[in-house]
Every structure is written in structure tokens, then in C-alpha cells.
């Protein structure tokens, strides 16, 4: 008997991290299914803030493990990494967090 339950997608994962003096920062992790749930959940207990953007993870699960990002997604992983620079800030001020940027990218940065 076939199984109609309809199936989520596999979830998606990237990690990133970014060393002062490097010109980019580089893909650390990424994987799918659980390998996917597993960098979450790491981040999670890391207390590292986790950003969604399905269109920005499948560009960056084309990058090799340990390689730099491409250069058409430095602004908007600048954008990211000043989102969280302001998180940091405002958790230790008390202040509200910031929204998060919208990462979407128009297609002449694809």
C-alpha cells in the first residue's frame, strides 16, 4: 500500500564563519535531512542566532566545505553578519532585537 502522506522537503543547512583579516567568510558546515538538523541544533545550543532564507542556503550549498563565499553574496552576507553585530549589541543593552535583512537577491546578483 502507497504511503499519501505528502513528505517535507528535506531541511537545508549552512554555516558559516568569518575570521578577522580574512577577505570572506567561509562555508564551514552544510548538509541536508538530519546532518541539516544537527548544524541547527549545535547552533542552537551555541546560542548562535539562525537566519532562514531557503534561496540563500541553496546558493551557498553550492560552495565546497572550507571555501570561501562567492563574491555575488558578499553584501548580502555583510548585511547578515551587521544583523547580528546588532543583535549582540542590543542583547547587552536591553534594547529590542533588530529585524532581520531581507535576503532575498535580485536576479543580476545570481
Known amino acids: 500500500?502507497?504511503?499519501d502522506t505528502p513528505r517535507r522537503?528535506?531541511?537545508?543547512?549552512?554555516a558559516l564563519a568569518y575570521q578577522e583579516g580574512a577577505p570572506a567568510p567561509k562555508v564551514v558546515a552544510k548538509g541536508r535531512g538530519l546532518v541539516a538538523e544537527q548544524i541547527i541544533g549545535v547552533a542552537r545550543e551555541a546560542g548562535v542566532f539562525i537566519h532562514e532564507?531557503?534561496?540563500?542556503?541553496s546558493l551557498?550549498?553550492?560552495?565546497?566545505?572550507?571555501?570561501?563565499?562567492?563574491?555575488?553574496?558578499y553584501?548580502?552576507?555583510a548585511e547578515l553578519l551587521a544583523w547580528l553585530y546588532?543583535?549582540?549589541?542590543?542583547?547587552k543593552s536591553g534594547l529590542?532585537?533588530?529585524e532581520a535583512p531581507d535576503t532575498s537577491l535580485p536576479l543580476t546578483e545570481i
Request: no cysteine; aromatic share 0%.
Open 75 to 77: 553584501r548580502t552576507i
Open 53 to 57: 532564507s531557503k534561496e540563500l542556503v
Open 86 to 91: 546588532h543583535i549582540e549589541s542590543a542583547q
Open 60 to 73: 551557498l550549498m553550492d560552495v565546497d566545505l572550507d571555501q570561501q563565499i562567492p563574491p555575488t553574496l
Open 96 to 98: 529590542p532585537l533588530p
Open 1 to 3: 500500500m502507497a504511503d
Open 9 to 14: 522537503p528535506l531541511q537545508q543547512a549552512v
